[in-house]
């Protein structure tokens, strides 16, 4: 009896407690609590990190404007991309400006240029130098390096445009290094035999930085040619070796010390020197192979190279009628557009030997050859002290492009490639509206 009452006691509590709860919703509803007051200080909010953001209340004279519109913050100005400028830029430049920077001469003098030259420079907007041994006075105190500093000098105030110039020199070791040094570099020949990398390296690196503090960016070095029988060959000790693995190992250092020393590198004479014994200082040598067979010997220390990262290429005059019968290395579109640029990759500089040279003038006129070189691909024509040649390159130049013989597309194509790496190599920077706005 009692467990019976204690069941009905339970059940009648619970059923009084529902109905407070259902009363006290009922009451909510019908009569509202009023909103609390909240204290300034309490109202600001504390950030958080992870909570997304809220939208912000749009007061009556911002209720018309899309959120969005309201709530961008005013963005950052964007920089300009370097490529953009380069193309306003070069639709700024004049046609002599652009002609100018295909060329890299030479001229005679060691304190200042010859007024010959000064006229040269002027007249043709000439974009780039060459130095050789008789710009340099070894027989100075310091073996020609202060001279040659104020030489660089004196060359950038006659410069004609707002672009700097490329200055080259050949500084290879052994019986090709210009300056009398302090420590004279060795041979490519002896570094092959020394078969240290880290030698390689060191040497130029050092080699670089001190062209580089004397005005000279670019150094026409390392030579990857590849011979059998190296001393039987007019190069001599200017081959690194008869080992085309350690040549391209050597080449590869050297590349890379002229880099880090802020240097532009030249790898020459593609596609390769080491198979004749003549000298295309005087005539035109042919090398009768095969492409397999360049590919299994002397290309192997260009492609190195040209992995390395090396600025320029430069083409030799030699025959090669295995891969273009009618034309040398240096004239040849099948060569230096096709096997260099397309097979090998290459995006550098694609730079002649001298002009001056008899594997050259034996067969072409010199300002022929240079409208044949820059439509075959080429993009910078060297040629040392000899004005009239000088001239004559200039002139054919401008007649070839005036015709449209050569398009401003391909002029422009290879103009761009030069400035690019005096971009590497110098603070200049290209500005809209080219040299005209400087």
């Not at 009569?31 to 209340?57: G, K, L, Q, W």
């Not at 009556?60 to 400028?85: F, G, K, M, N």
């Not at 002609?99 to 005679?108: H, I, K, R, Y």
């Not at 005059?317 to 099948?334: F, G, R, V």
């Amino acid at each position: 009896m009692l467990g019976k009452s204690l069941k009905w006691m339970l059940l009648t509590l619970a059923v009084f407690a529902l109905l407070v709860v259902g009363i006290r919703f009922a009451v909510r509803a019908i009569f509202p609590p009023e909103p609390t007051p909240v204290s300034a200080a309490s109202a600001v909010n504390t950030p958080d990190d992870n909570a997304a953001p809220e939208a912000t209340p749009a007061t009556d004279a911002s209720a018309a404007v899309p959120a969005a519109a309201t709530a961008t913050p005013a963005s950052e100005p964007q920089a300009v991309p370097t490529e953009t400028l380069l193309d306003d830029y070069l639709a700024g430049m004049s046609l002599q400006d652009k002609l100018g920077q295909l060329v890299m001469f030479g001229f005679s003098g060691t304190a200042s240029p010859n007024e010959e030259f000064r006229s040269i420079l002027s007249q043709y907007h000439v974009g780039n130098i060459v130095l050789y041994g008789a710009n340099i006075d070894r027989t100075a105190a310091d073996g020609g390096f202060s001279e040659a500093a104020l030489l660089t000098g004196r060359l950038a105030q006659l410069n004609p445009t707002d672009v700097p110039f490329l200055v080259s020199i050949d500084v290879e070791g052994g019986r090709v290094q210009r300056f009398k040094w302090p420590s004279a570099p060795v041979s490519a020949n002896t570094l092959g035999k020394n078969n240290s990398p880290d030698l390689a390296y060191e040497q130029f690196y050092t080699v670089g930085t001190k062209l580089r503090g004397v005005g000279i960016n670019m150094n026409l070095a390392p030579v990857l040619d590849v011979a059998e029988e190296p001393m039987q060959t007019f190069l001599t000790t200017r081959i690194i070796s008869s080992d085309a693995s350690i040549t391209a190992e050597m080449g590869r250092s050297i590349i890379e010390g002229l880099n880090d020393a802020a240097c532009l590198s030249t790898a020459k004479h593609f596609p390769g020197h080491g198979a004749t014994t003549e000298d295309t200082h005087a005539t035109t040598p042919v090398v009768n192979k095969t492409l397999e067979e360049l590919e299994n010997y002397e290309l192997i220390p260009f492609r190195a190279g040209i992995e390395a990262g090396v600025d320029a290429v430069l083409v030799a005059h030699i025959l090669y009628p295995e891969l273009d019968s009618a034309n040398i290395a240096s004239m040849s579109q099948t060569i230096m557009s096709g096997l260099l640029r397309d097979t090998c990759g290459f995006s550098g500089i694609i730079m002649s030997d001298d002009f001056r040279m008899g594997g050259l003038t034996t067969r072409y006129d010199v300002g022929e050859a240079a409208v044949r070189f820059i439509l075959a691909g080429g993009d910078l024509i060297l040629c040392g002290p000899r004005s009239d040649l000088q001239h004559k390159i200039m002139t054919s130049l401008t007649d070839a492009a005036e015709s449209g013989i050569l398009s401003e597309a391909r002029i422009d194509e290879s103009v761009r490639r030069i400035l690019e790496k005096k971009m590497k190599v110098t603070d200049w920077r290209p500005i809209s509206g080219g040299s005209e706005a400087a």
